[in-house]
């Protein structure tokens, strides 16, 4: 894909495999078709969120007004969220556990459309102009362009250099010298080159956690995305791992646009731009982070970050 690219594909007929790309491999690849067409319709506009920060012209990702249920519509577990993502900045996404920060991430590259009973029951998501949720837009390409980095650090059981080149050989790549290059920058952009670069066709497995999990932002990065969803990618890591990966985000963030679901606080104030601040499914402030970790305009904000509860 022309990484200059600044629509969203929308082919349908890509190569199955290629859903793997960014996917957990223990999530069912097939993504059953929208039921809902809560998209289409013109929806009303929620309560906006105002705050320093709120002011972003020409945003990566557009979230406006959205619900979502994971129980056919009964429930909402996110209500109403309107939030702008800029474009190559970190985004940080906090709140206590439960509060739907996860749920938000996986909407974002349609991951949620794995659960059969969930669906949007208002509202839409735009990344760079386009409607996530359209008819015309696959998943499977949709998800070239949003990476996923997990928790839990999650390689392939081959080679060092077959997890990096996984990706563009699903994109039918199979020219050698692109393959070197591609895995040699991406292992670079993943600040791991130098630790592997005498072992490529070792095992991933033989890696450290912290190692792993910088391959598998080499596996993301590999294929070029336009954004990279983080869920607590810091969380099975060790402090020294973690200030490695928090360095590298600080890093991709010149090249890409990130968004982080995180539970640490610290973290949240070292490497985001922004931060979200969710509670029970509703997004309470969200501000630059300078300002939601010295200023906060919400009382709840305060009290979250100040760990008075959550
Ligand atoms: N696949 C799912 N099916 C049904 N409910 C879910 C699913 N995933 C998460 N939930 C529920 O949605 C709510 C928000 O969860 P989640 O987004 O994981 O929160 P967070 O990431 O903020 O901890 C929780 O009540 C959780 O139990
Ligand atoms: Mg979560």
Redesign the pocket.
């Given at each position: 894909m022309n990484p200059q690219d600044t629509t969203l594909p929308t082919d349908p007929t890509a190569s199955q495999a290629a859903q793997a790309v960014g996917i957990s491999h223990d999530e069912a690849p097939d993504a059953p078709p929208r039921q809902d067409p809560a998209h289409d319709a013109p929806q009303p506009h929620g309560d906006t969120v105002t705050g320093p920060g709120m002011a972003i012209e020409n945003p990566m990702i557009k979230i406006n007004n959205l619900s979502f249920s994971?129980?056919n519509g009964k429930t909402n577990?996110l209500r109403n969220i309107s939030l702008d993502i800029p474009e190559k900045q970190v985004t940080a996404?906090i709140?206590?556990?439960?509060?739907?920060?996860?749920?938000?991430?996986?909407c974002l590259n349609r991951m949620?459309d794995l659960?059969e009973?969930?669906r949007i029951t208002t509202g839409t998501i735009s990344i760079m102009g386009q409607d996530i949720n359209a008819k015309n837009v696959s998943p499977i390409e949709l998800r070239k362009q949003v990476g996923m980095v997990f928790q839990k650090y999650n390689p392939f059981p081959k080679s060092i250099y077959d997890n990096v080149a996984y990706g563009l050989r699903i994109q039918g790549i199979k020219k050698k010298s692109v393959l070197d290059e591609a895995v040699e920058r991406s292992l670079h952009g993943a600040a791991l080159w130098d630790e592997v670069k005498d072992r490529l066709k070792d095992s991933a497995l033989g890696l450290s956690g912290g190692q792993q999990q910088r391959l598998c932002i080499a596996r993301t990065i590999a294929v070029q995305p336009k954004v990279i969803l983080m869920?607590e990618p810091c969380s099975a890591l060790d402090p020294i791992a973690t200030a490695k990966v928090e360095e590298l985000m600080l890093e991709l963030r010149k090249d890409f646009t990130i968004v982080i679901?995180t539970h640490s606080m610290q973290q949240a104030s070292r490497i985001s731009d922004r931060t979200a601040f969710?509670y029970l499914?509703e997004l309470i402030e969200y501000a630059t982070t300078d300002h939601i970790f010295t200023n906060p305009s919400v009382p709840q904000t305060e009290d979250y970050i100040s760990g008075r509860f959550g």
């Open positions: 994971y129980d577990t996404f709140g206590p556990s439960g509060c739907g920060k996860s749920t938000l991430l996986r949620n659960v009973t969930s869920d679901v969710f499914g």
